[in-house]
């Protein structure tokens, strides 16, 4: 009975050991993250972003110069590369002595139900702020001390994410008004402190004019990132982009017409799926040690990101 207790816990560990081996050869090696990751990095610097830095840098000058408060609403769908504009803009930042370094620009995001309280406490955590727990009987105080903290690190920008969230806060404090407890205290901070504010969501956030006129007029600059939903000169724009600044792995195959297409239906246009498509044919590839990019692999990339269940018909099946 003890033999076949202890056989029994053999093969256990066997199955085992053979499992954590698949598992092994499924993973990337070492040397297809390094390039996947050089794919991750890149910033395709296509025309709508362009325009987008060009208007974050006029932001970025004003603000703390003018007495007129500065803001911008940064619009577009899930992955069309609001965050990407605005962190590619902070990493660019020249140094200066006119901030404590790292805090120019300072981010943070909107909790799906928003609240005042909430957001004082996210940014005092962004400031590493040692007692960021607030309560609501001290928010007022709060307030003051992340204003003062602000005036003190020379913040010149404070980023929003999900901004599109401010129309649902769960605050009922100006519920007989067309003002709300965060945006109440956003043009409050922009008030007090100078400074200027990228607002970042989705196209809920054109109601903010109904929402808080106050805030607004305080953030009056728009632009739109959106989807390239054909196929236009722009969309191969981007593909020639990822293929110019791809030094370790040749995509030059994207380029052809027929990939082009198939790349398009697979990502929706979307530059995030764009991204993530790209980079998992890499990995894919430089494991095959293919040295081409094919069909297949790009096949199994989309397997790979979506799963074979899901409900996206892959355009590379042959």
């Not at 000058?61 to 990407?84: F, V």
């Not at 928003?114 to 309560?135: E, G, I, K």
């Not at 030059?252 to 044919?281: C, D, Q």
Request: hydrophobic share 35%; charged share 20%; aromatic share 6%.
């Amino acid at each position: 009975m003890k033999k076949h207790l202890l056989t029994t816990t053999e093969n256990e560990i066997e199955q085992g050991e053979r499992r954590e081996l698949q598992r092994r050869i499924f993973m990337y090696s070492k040397s297809a993250l390094k390039i996947g990751i050089t794919i991750d990095h890149i910033m395709v610097n296509h025309t709508r972003f362009a325009q987008g830095i060009q208007a974050l840098d006029r932001i970025y000058q004003l603000a703390h110069e003018l007495n007129l408060p500065q803001g911008i609403r940064i619009i577009g769908p899930t992955g069309s590369g609001k965050t990407s504009l605005v962190n590619y803009f902070a990493r660019t930042l020249p140094k200066t002595t006119l901030f404590k370094e790292g805090l120019g620009i300072v981010m943070t995001r909107l909790d799906a139900s928003p609240t005042r309280h909430q957001l004082v406490r996210n940014l005092l955590v962004a400031y590493n702020y040692p007692f960021a727990t607030t309560s609501i009987k001290a928010i007022d105080i709060k307030t003051q001390v992340l204003c003062d903290i602000i005036r003190q690190k020379g913040t010149r920008i404070l980023a929003i994410d999900e901004s599109h969230h401010m129309a649902f806060s769960k605050s009922k404090r100006y519920a007989k008004n067309s003002q709300n407890d965060v945006t109440d205290l956003l043009h409050h901070i922009m008030d007090v402190t100078g400074i200027g504010l990228f607002l970042m969501g989705t196209e809920e956030l054109d109601d903010l004019e109904r929402l808080d006129p106050h805030l607004a007029s305080r953030v009056s600059t728009r632009i739109e990132l959106t989807n390239h939903e054909t196929l236009t000169p722009e969309w191969y724009g981007l593909l020639k982009a990822f293929v110019t600044q791809s030094k370790q792995c040749d995509l030059s195959v994207i380029l052809t017409e027929n990939y082009g297409a198939l790349i398009h239906a697979a990502t929706g246009g979307n530059l995030r799926n764009l991204k993530r498509l790209i980079t998992e044919a890499v990995l894919i590839s430089v494991d095959s040690q293919d040295q081409v990019i094919m069909k297949s692999t790009f096949h199994l990339a989309h397997e790979r990101i979506y799963g074979e269940g899901n409900e996206y018909a892959n355009p590379f099946t042959q």
